[in-house]
């Protein structure tokens, strides 16, 4: 039997910030019995043009019948984010430090970027946007592909304290739209194309699209700048055929709108003075799915947020001056936020930013990276470990990774497998291996292991980070004390948490606050073991997890509803072994339409469309009618077992029709009949 605890190595260890359990207890006891002292003396490495009140640091409502949720820190305070980046690290004597190694789709293409360089753009392009009439609390779109624009571009942004808005360029041209036209953006920042794999996305295209329907949708971009990305690769430039090749194929440009990135920069000033905005200012704001539907737009503020990126990436990753570190995560997500761009730089780190897939042009791609940027703390998600498990340990052997010390997850529960074949074939036994858990909402880590002090529980995110107060409740809100399972939530807020959502104060109470008073809700189950580990246990609420990306049910419900032959849709998470989850869909068509293979292919695509390609239905079955209860509402909870063939549904008194199960059951198709 393979054992259940592993104790940081003593290498890890020796040289962390924190050493050991006993460490990890003093350093979070001073976080929670005097929050104002621990994150007042954090507060000292950054730079404030207007100081904190010491006395007023932080406050906070979380209980709604006390009044509107509100979460405050430092405020009164002013600061620039891009200043603390970047002008201070230079200061410091960083100025001919590596920011970000970037590593193109095709090994042939890579960059890097200092962070003198990297302060030269930026500014350069703060003043774009300023000639575009971007303003302070102005909002910027960005679908943008993971090169070193994009940074260029959000750091821009918090120069003339506008709000940056990032849509994951996956998501189609609708999504796109709904975004803009949620969060009217002044302006559109883009790309022409980026190749995945050996797979094109003509973003700028897609741009066009949403552009448009946004004009039909009430809300018109004053502007759409567009970086000029395939041209310059030398993938494209070297290819035999370049007349032919797709980096020569013209992008439509619409005069007074859009404009090239290049051309822009070309007479830009490189001098930009920051804009001083107060700690409880927007810094930026990302689209999550909601369980309604209508996606939300998580909204954070500067200077808590600056605290807490900082802080989780160094003590999680342990990060040290001189380390090279690298994310996977694209910029889209919040991981990319937190964990590519702002926590990194905030600490003066030296990281890589890599385009592409870990499966071209080969199934070692991740691992040559490794292994050419002799790269220390390296995170990643389950899935991604998942689907390369299946290749084996060869294509890992082939390269040195004996530089690495922390490898991270996120995204979803790690199954101990994943975590198992992470922890020896690609950290050599040796290193410690930090399973984060938290959300777009919550801005940085909330529960993690420390590399040098956790003892390791595989499929364990183990125990709160500084400043968090996890609890677990039962179903009438009352606390579990010791080992149980229930609803995960916190008591208090930590510096990086959302504050709202744009535009929506009510739904953010009403999504967050209003299951239990006094309690931020997760939306996640939990357990507590008899070590007081915590064990994620996944979502409780309508929401799928397909590969780390949130979605929800009804969301997909919606776009499958509006096709002519689909009278309803019901959508469940299946287990998928290298996705995670994947969606299985229940279609009751209209009277006199057929259900047949073309209808699937229709729905599959319209999902692809409406959303993006990443929330493709794997299954779509024929149900002749839905579970439902007499008050109509979609038993949910019976789709899911039909979905695994499970014949163990439980209590079905409810249901007002239950013949409707055993045809379910038989309807399910059969290349998943046995499943
Ligand atoms: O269900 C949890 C899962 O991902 C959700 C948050 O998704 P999102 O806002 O897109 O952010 C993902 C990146 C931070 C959570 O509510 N989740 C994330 N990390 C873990 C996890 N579930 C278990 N273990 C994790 N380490």
Redesign the pocket.
Known sequence: MSKTIYEPHPSISKKAYVRSMNQYKEFYKKSIDNPDEFWGEISKQFYWETPADPNKFFSYNFDTKKGPINIKWMEGASTNISYNLLDKNIKNGMGDKIAFYWEGNDPEDYSRLTYKKLLEEVCKFANVLKSKGVQKGDRVAIYMPMILEIVVAMLACTRIGAVHSIVFAGFSSDSLAERMVDCKCKVLLTADSVFRGDKLLRLKEICDEAMQRSKKLGHEVAACIVVRHLRRLNCSINSNNFENSPASKPIPMTDDRDFWWDDEMEDASSSCYPVWVGAEDPLFMLY?SGSTGKPKGVLHTTGGYLLYAATTFKYVFDYHPGDIYWCTADVG???GHSYVVYGPLANGATSVIFEGTPFYPKNDRFWSIVAKYKVNQFYTAPTAIRSLMKFGDEPVKKHDLTTLRVLG??????NPEAWLWYYKQIGGDRCSIV???????TGGHVLTPLPGATPMKPGS?TFPFFGVLPELLDENGKVIEGEGEGYLVFRRPWPGMMRTLFGNHERFEQTYFSKFDGFYC???GARRDEDGYLW?T??VDDML?VS???MSTSEVESVLSEHSSVSEAAVVPRPHPVKGECLYCFITPNQGMTFNDKLVAELKLRVRERIGPFATPDIVQHAPGLPKTRSGKIMRRVLRKIAVNDRNIGDTSTLADESIIELLFKNRPESVATA
Do not use: C, K, S
């Not at 997850?409 to 790690?414: N, Q």
């Open positions: 999550t997500w919040i991981t997850t996120v995204g979803e529960p790690i399973d984060t858990f938290w959300q777009t909402e995110a997760t939306g996640d994620v996944g979502r997890n780390g990306h949130l």
